[in-house]
């Protein structure tokens, strides 16, 4: 709820302060007196668009603060959370407009972007009029409007749910034919190349080896010449057998050399041990060497084989066996492809299904709940001196999608007989004026958490259609904050609350001022909009029926 007010050095407004309560708060005074330019500077805090040069002559800036009431379930307050802006019970606007049009604003002292606060404000204020911007002339809203006013939040929730489950098992269904497509294309190479891998089976480190054994076997004959003059040198027709000889002779001698025969007979045979397993490496090379030429053959042959298939598939010789299980893969899913479609189709089939079923529970609640609309429209009609007029919802089909399978048109007839069309186009002022006001009376609920404007809703009626119009915004008020800008005495009279704008002249300057006005002076001012600038008796006694026949 609107708590107040506060201009400062907007247009012809200095400095103007104002507080609201909840109930119908009139607006009234004289043309160009400035209540358009209030609307204005409410506008511009709430970050609506409008008009541009707001700042007063003479002024560097102008800046206007609104303050508002956010109850516990407020739906601004997710609006706040996802912004990172401190929630209170009190929210508080304020924006500045320099002279060369630069705009800032803050929530709660925190500095904002104009998206954020125009998203805020969604939530704070409704405008209504014969330029009505806030949806009730747009087909677009209509859909939405209807849903709201049918209590359809848990059937559009369900069709919203299985909309995107049929999206994704669609999906799911496209991308698995776009791969059977592509594995299609290349059957004949992958089955090709998982053969030729599977006959020729490398392993990981393969190749690794198969190239040290050729190298190996390559040079093989001829080290094993020298390999075996040295394993002769050490046997026993060498180094062992002189070894041997010299260990018998000293010992043969040791008796008699008093001990000095100890150590070195020690050392020959530490000597031997180590001459021993030096002999058994040698030999055991030896036997390494000895290779069939032909297995040089073989071992050259599949080196080559892995090397050129890894070519030829631009890998690595090690990442040949990974390969050959990928395109194994491939092959799987092309062979069972025609099972996997048919499981993901029947998954479409079963998703369409249940969109359809939600999505027609949802569409026959709506055409029950604009049977429903149009006649609480019919009934709102006929005080507002329009019970010739026809207000019809038309539901049509549309192409599917998360909101459902209809499209929403209110329409109108005037006239019995007569053409049907969109709002905007068939209704002359003072009958759109009526119908977006018992369109509007219609549309709210009970518990309403923001504030509703009515710019001269009243334009173009009077006498008992007047009256008419002001209690239907007076109901409204029951439920919700409501301001309304009216020329008309009828529905002044059944105002809360009562603001007369009026224009404040100097010889170099026009100033406007909003004053909250007594019981005495809303009677005068209630006479003066019953018979003009002359206030006469009657005109006040007839202010004073009004007031008090509320």
Same mark, same amino acid.
């Given at each position: 709820?609107?708590?107040?007010?506060?201009?400062?050095?907007?247009?012809?407004?200095?400095?103007?302060?104002?507080?609201?309560?909840?109930?119908?708060?009139?607006?009234?005074?004289?043309?160009?007196?400035?209540?358009?330019?209030?609307?204005?500077?409410?506008?511009?805090?709430?970050?609506?668009?409008?008009?541009?040069?707001?700042?007063?002559?003479?002024?560097?800036?102008?800046?206007?603060?609104?303050?508002?009431?956010?109850?516990?379930?407020?739906?601004?307050?997710?609006?706040?959370?996802?912004?990172?802006?401190?929630?209170?019970?009190?929210?508080?606007?304020?924006?500045?407009?320099?002279?060369?049009?630069?705009?800032?604003?803050?929530?709660?002292?925190?500095?904002?972007?104009?998206?954020?606060?125009?998203?805020?404000?969604?939530?704070?204020?409704?405008?209504?009029?014969?330029?009505?911007?806030?949806?009730?002339?747009?087909?677009?809203?209509?859909?939405?409007?209807?849903?709201?006013?049918?209590?359809? +939040? /848990?059937?559009?929730?369900? $069709?919203? %749910?299985?909309?995107? #489950? !049929?999206?994704?098992?669609?999906? *799911? &269904?496209?991308? =698995?034919?776009?791969?059977?497509?592509?594995?299609?294309?290349?059957?004949?190479?992958?089955?090709?190349?998982?053969?030729?891998?599977?006959?020729?089976?490398?392993?990981?480190?393969?190749?690794?080896?198969?190239?040290?054994?050729?190298?190996?076997?390559?040079?093989?004959?001829?080290?094993?010449?020298?390999?075996?003059?040295?394993?002769?040198?050490?046997?026993?027709?060498?180094?062992?057998?002189?070894?041997?000889?010299?260990?018998?002779?000293?010992?043969?001698?040791?008796?008699?050399?008093?001990?000095?025969?100890?150590?070195?007979?020690?050392?020959?045979?530490?000597?031997?041990?180590?001459? +021993? /397993?030096?002999?058994?490496? $040698?030999? %055991?090379?030896?036997? #390494? !060497?000895?290779?069939?030429?032909? *297995? &040089?053959?073989? =071992?050259?042959?599949?080196?080559?084989?892995?090397?050129?298939?890894?070519?030829?598939?631009?890998?690595?010789?090690?990442?040949?066996?990974?390969?050959?299980?990928?395109?194994?893969?491939?092959?799987?899913?092309?062979?069972?492809?025609?099972?996997?479609?048919?499981?993901?189709?029947?998954?479409?089939?079963?998703?369409?299904?249940?969109?359809?079923?939600?999505?027609?529970?949802?569409?026959?609640?709506?055409?029950?709940?604009?049977?429903?609309?149009?006649?609480?429209?019919?009934?709102?009609?006929?005080?507002?001196?329009?019970?010739?007029?026809?207000?019809?919802?038309?539901?049509?089909?549309? +192409?599917?999608?998360?909101?459902? $399978?209809?499209?929403?048109?209110?329409?109108?007839?005037?006239?019995?007989?007569?053409?049907?069309?969109?709002?905007?186009?068939?209704?002359?002022?003072?009958?759109?004026?009526?119908?977006?006001?018992?369109?509007?009376?219609?549309?709210?609920?009970?518990?309403?958490?923001?504030?509703?404007?009515?710019?001269?809703?009243?334009?173009?009626?009077?006498?008992?259609?007047?009256?008419?119009?002001?209690?239907?915004?007076?109901?409204?008020?029951?439920?919700?904050?409501?301001?309304?800008?009216?020329?008309?005495?009828?529905?002044?009279?059944?105002?809360?609350?009562?603001?007369?704008?009026?224009?404040?002249?100097?010889?170099?300057?026009?100033?406007?001022?909003?004053?909250?006005?007594?019981?005495?002076?809303?009677?005068?001012?209630?006479?003066?909009?019953?018979?003009?600038?002359?206030?006469?008796?009657?005109?006040?006694?007839?202010?004073?029926?009004?007031?008090?026949?509320?």
């Amino acid at each position: 709820m609107l708590r107040g007010l506060d201009i400062r050095d907007m247009l012809i407004i200095d400095h103007l302060s104002l507080e609201f309560s909840s109930g119908l708060n009139v607006l009234t005074g004289e043309t160009g007196a400035g209540k358009s330019i209030l609307l204005d500077s409410l506008g511009f805090v709430l970050g609506w668009r409008g008009r541009a040069d707001l700042v007063r002559s003479g002024q560097d800036q102008g800046e206007v603060s609104a303050w508002f009431d956010l109850g516990p379930s407020h739906p601004a307050r997710a609006v706040l959370q996802e912004a990172g802006i401190p929630i209170e019970d009190e929210l508080i606007l304020r924006r500045v407009n320099t002279r060369d049009g630069r705009k800032t604003a803050w929530i709660n002292d925190r500095r904002v972007s104009g998206e954020v606060l125009r998203a805020v404000s969604e939530h704070l204020v409704e405008l209504h009029g014969q330029h009505d911007d806030r949806g009730l002339l747009d087909p677009k809203g209509h859909r939405d409007l209807l849903d709201s006013f049918g209590g359809h +939040d /848990d059937m559009l929730t369900t $069709v919203s %749910a299985a909309y995107r #489950a !049929l999206r994704a098992a669609e999906k *799911d &269904l496209r991308t =698995a034919e776009s791969a059977q497509e592509e594995l299609r294309a290349e059957e004949e190479f992958l089955r090709h190349a998982v053969d030729e891998l599977q006959k020729l089976a490398p392993e990981v480190g393969e190749e690794a080896e198969l190239d040290s054994c050729r190298r190996l076997m390559q040079g093989a004959e001829k080290i094993r010449a020298h390999i075996a003059h040295a394993a002769q040198a050490l046997g026993r027709e060498g180094a062992e057998g002189m070894m041997s000889d010299a260990m018998r002779w000293l010992d043969g001698a040791a008796d008699a050399a008093e001990g000095r025969l100890e150590e070195p007979l020690a050392a020959l045979s530490r000597a031997m041990v180590e001459l +021993d /397993d030096a002999a058994q490496g $040698v030999e %055991a090379c030896l036997d #390494a !060497l000895e290779f069939n030429p032909h *297995d &040089l053959e073989l =071992a050259e042959e599949r080196l080559f084989a892995i090397r050129a298939l890894a070519r030829k598939h631009t890998v690595a010789p090690d990442e040949l066996p990974t390969l050959a299980q990928d395109l194994i893969a491939k092959l799987d899913l092309l062979d069972m492809g025609a099972g996997g479609l048919k499981e993901l189709n029947a998954a479409v089939a079963a998703a369409q299904a249940a969109y359809d079923e939600a999505a027609g529970v949802l569409s026959r609640a709506r055409k029950s709940a604009a049977q429903a609309l149009d006649l609480a429209m019919g009934a709102e009609l006929a005080p507002l001196k329009m019970e010739r007029a026809v207000f019809t919802t038309q539901v049509k089909d549309a +192409d599917p999608s998360a909101t459902g $399978v209809d499209q929403l048109d209110f329409v109108v007839a005037t006239n019995p007989g007569g053409p049907a069309g969109p709002l905007a186009k068939i209704a002359s002022g003072g009958e759109l004026s009526r119908f977006l006001l018992a369109l509007k009376v219609c549309l709210s609920r009970a518990g309403a958490q923001n504030t509703m404007i009515f710019d001269e809703i009243d334009r173009g009626v009077g006498g008992a259609t007047a009256d008419a119009v002001g209690r239907r915004l007076s109901r409204l008020a029951q439920d919700a904050q409501v301001l309304v800008v009216t020329h008309s005495p009828q529905v002044a009279a059944l105002g809360d609350r009562h603001f007369q704008v009026a224009k404040q002249q100097s010889a170099d300057m026009t100033l406007s001022r909003v004053d909250l006005l007594s019981d005495t002076a809303r009677v005068n001012e209630i006479a003066r909009m019953i018979s003009g600038d002359t206030i006469t008796t009657e005109a006040r006694a007839a202010a004073r029926t009004l007031i008090e026949g509320r």
